[in-house]
């Protein structure tokens, strides 16, 4: 099993559109989670953090399972702003981050 | 702030030859890392550093060398350039490690084509 597994889709939602995205990652003892957005030929940014209790930050929220060691992200009331390429991040010991492959997000109007 | 900074943009390398790609920082962070990202591969983990004068090999290390005389400076070697070399590098700083690891800021890149 991988890391750090993601769909790599694309998904494509027209706007306004809810969609959400999963991710599965392989080692239990991971403490910390992440979600960036890298757009074409950019680099990644921190879209947000993921907490144990779950965070919101506008359209956006985060959410962990760590007994079955998945995050997801939901996005909500897509825009078209919203297209880009969504990595998931865990950390692996103290020191070193695993990123997923990504997730193309294409919102069309 | 300029955040962090990698230089050259673009690089055209022939087999066998070496070059250095520049990472710089001028946020004070202890923290820098080099990745590597490859069609279907994710970013992975070159080398990195937690501090001044201590670096350590991640996923993929062999063929590139590190040093970290100074906190805002992180230079990646490559000693003898690969076709396999053939990526876009990015470097990234954040403010510490350990389990809180904080915000990983990224470089704009480097993309390298090794012939």
């Known amino acids: 099993r991988k890391e750090v597994e993601q769909d790599p889709g694309p998904f494509n939602v027209p706007e306004g559109a809810t969609v959400a995205f999963n991710c599965t990652y392989s080692n239990s003892a991971s403490q910390s989670f992440f979600w960036y957005r890298q757009d074409c030929r950019k680099e990644p940014k921190l879209l947000m953090s993921v907490y144990s209790s779950g965070n919101e930050d506008g359209r956006f929220t985060a959410q962990l399972n760590r007994a079955s060691q998945y995050i997801s992200l939901l996005i909500r009331d897509s825009k078209l702003s919203d297209s880009a390429t969504y990595l998931c991040v865990v950390n692996w010991g103290p020191d070193k981050l695993i990123f997923g492959t990504g997730t193309r997000l294409q919102v069309f109007p | 702030n300029a955040g962090v900074t990698q230089t050259p943009k673009f690089q055209v390398l022939k087999t066998g030859q070496s070059m250095t790609l520049q990472c710089a920082q001028d946020?004070?962070?202890?923290?820098m890392s080099w990745y590597r990202q490859d069609p279907g591969m994710g970013l992975r983990l070159i080398h990195y550093s937690v501090g001044a004068g201590i670096t350590d090999q991640g996923e993929v290390p062999n063929g590139y060398n590190v040093s970290r005389s100074t906190t805002e400076d992180f230079p990646l070697r490559l000693l003898s350039a690969a076709p396999s070399q053939t990526s876009v590098y990015f470097c990234?700083?954040?403010?510490?490690?350990?389990?809180?690891?904080?915000?990983?800021?990224f470089g704009p890149g480097t993309r390298l084509l090794v012939l």
């Open positions: 990234a700083s954040s403010y510490q490690t350990g389990l809180g690891q904080e915000t990983q800021y």
């Open positions: 946020m004070n962070h202890e923290y």
